[in-house]
């Protein structure tokens, strides 16, 4: 199995709150409380591999937002008034988060949650997603579950806290190979 299908796999688990760790499930509410106080401008920022997208896509399936993977594949049309829109990959550059944030509002969209690896330094909401040693516990767990056993040593944990979800993946494909 190569490594984009047990993404997608993983991806597809973003339909359930099943396996949301405790930090992404407080994360979640706090964004959900944000949108429904019609917050219009949301940073979600964090390291890679802290689960920024896995986290978008759950709002998409679980929320009623409209997910695009970048910027660039996101249509400035007319958007419902009451349109949530999540980009990921954004810029992070002041300027160009802002163009993008005036553009969707302009377009008629209530709120906009731009999903960036460094925080945008600007007037906007930011919220930082960050993993915990115990939801790298859960993680793996749910991993195995998925994929069956891989090792675990105490390089790869040194490796795993600094990258995050997908260096997990990257070490699961390489052992399974």
Excluded at 33 to 54: A, C, H, M
Excluded at 67 to 77: D, G, L, R, V
Excluded at 98 to 121: E, M
Excluded at 162 to 171: A, D, K, T
Aim: charged share 20%.
């Amino acid at each position: 199995m190569l490594w984009q299908s047990y993404h997608r796999k993983l991806l597809a688990l973003a339909e359930t709150s099943e396996i949301l760790t405790a930090s992404q499930q407080q994360v979640c509410q706090f964004l959900r409380q944000e949108i429904r106080d019609y917050q219009q401008r949301i940073n979600l920022w964090g390291s890679p591999g802290v689960g920024k997208t896995f986290l978008a896509h759950y709002l998409h399936h679980r929320a009623d937002t409209l997910y695009f993977s970048s910027a660039e594949n996101c249509p400035i049309t007319e958007f419902s008034p009451n349109s949530v829109i999540i980009i990921d990959n954004a810029p992070h550059d002041r300027s160009l988060a802002r163009s993008i944030f005036g553009d969707i509002l302009w377009a008629g969209a209530s709120s906009t949650i731009l999903v960036t690896r460094q925080p945008i330094d600007d007037v906007v909401r930011r919220i930082e997603l960050t993993l915990t040693d115990r939801d790298m516990v859960q993680i793996e767990g749910v991993m195995r579950k998925l994929f069956g056993h891989f090792p675990v040593d105490s390089q790869h944990d040194a490796e795993r806290h600094s990258s995050g979800i997908w260096e997990r993946l990257n070490v699961l494909v390489e052992h399974a190979i």
